[in-house]
């Protein structure tokens, strides 16, 4: 047996319970990993609450968490190149990241240099940079705009688009201004002064990455003269605006994890600052973020 918090039915962060699950076997293509670290992001919550139904249909109970870092602990058949004792950080297109241990079909080595926080806070938001990166077709000298900039998402984002050649505009609050710069992106503001503010400082925006879901989109849509190359990843309402709404899928991006930890390891991207938690104390992780009360990326962590 093990432990995880278990979403119990869909609701308030009080709906995760530290609770005994069974500790199962990897099956062929797979590895068991015993979770030193986990990420959480805005996601995990809009599925908690039960916003993304249509898109993650959870069992009920379930395991949230789309990424985890750990030592490997068992090894399935027809699987190469890992080892009972690696140290690796796992995509987890099915979830389950919040637990003692969790089975991954995809993953990469961790660096030695690279801490569990940031092997944990690294592969979701990596699968989806490149993975939307790749949808909306950015090309060098194109205009990005990327909303949620100073995000776990949007950072990524912003740096491979930038070491592409692509002028990036970043939207984000103001105490992110100096990070932005520093990364080669253009801080600009959210809210109502977002259009007029974009306009001040480009001719014309090409693509759009709505890394926040917060309601930026029908701006973004303006914008960039139509929904053909708006992607959101987190807005229940884009379905209704059009705008494509992109979900972690096995395909997405496959090889962006290990594009993201390699340029980890060598010191070339930044991520986000954490603030840690216990595993067992998810529920209170998820009302920190809820509540906004930090700008740090949030991990759990089994230590």
Excluded: C, N
């Excluded at 990424?67 to 602990?73: T, Y």
């Excluded at 699987?79 to 990469?108: C, N, Q, R």
């Amino acid at each position: 047996m093990a432990s995880a918090s278990i979403l119990t039915q869909y609701g308030d962060p009080e709906v995760l319970e530290w609770r005994e699950v069974p500790r199962l076997e990897p099956g062929p293509g797979q590895i068991r990993i015993a979770v030193r670290a986990a990420g959480v992001g805005p996601t995990d919550l809009k599925i908690r609450r039960g916003d993304l139904q249509a898109i993650f249909a959870l069992p009920e109970p379930a395991v949230l968490g789309f990424e985890a870092g750990g030592v490997v602990d068992a090894v399935g058949a027809d699987v190469e190149g890992v080892a009972v004792g690696d140290e690796v950080a796992a995509w987890l297109p099915g979830l389950g990241g919040y637990g003692e241990y969790v089975l991954a079909s995809s993953w990469t080595p961790k660096p030695a240099g690279v801490s569990w926080e940031d092997a944990a806070a690294l592969p979701a938001s990596a699968e989806a940079a490149v993975g939307v990166l790749r949808e909306l077709g950015i090309q060098a000298g194109e205009t990005l705009l990327v909303l949620g900039g100073g995000g776990a998402v949007g950072m990524i984002a912003t740096q491979l688009a930038v070491r592409q050649g692509v002028s990036v505009l970043a939207a984000v609050g103001a105490a992110d201004d100096a990070t932005m710069e520093h990364l080669g992106a253009r801080p600009v503001r959210y809210g109502d002064e977002l259009g007029d503010t974009v306009r001040a400082a480009v001719d014309r925006v090409d693509a759009v990455l709505d890394a926040a879901g917060r309601g930026g989109l029908p701006t973004a849509i303006e914008l960039a003269g139509g929904t053909q190359r708006v992607i959101t990843l987190a807005d229940e309402h884009a379905r209704d605006l059009g705008v494509r709404l992109s979900a972690p899928t096995p395909d997405r991006a496959p090889d962006g994890v290990a594009i993201a930890m390699a340029l980890l390891g060598a010191g070339e991207l930044q991520l986000r600052s954490h603030q840690t938690f216990a595993m067992r104390d998810a529920a209170e992780a998820h009302r920190t973020l809820e509540r906004g009360q930090t700008g740090a990326k949030l991990v759990l962590t089994t230590g």
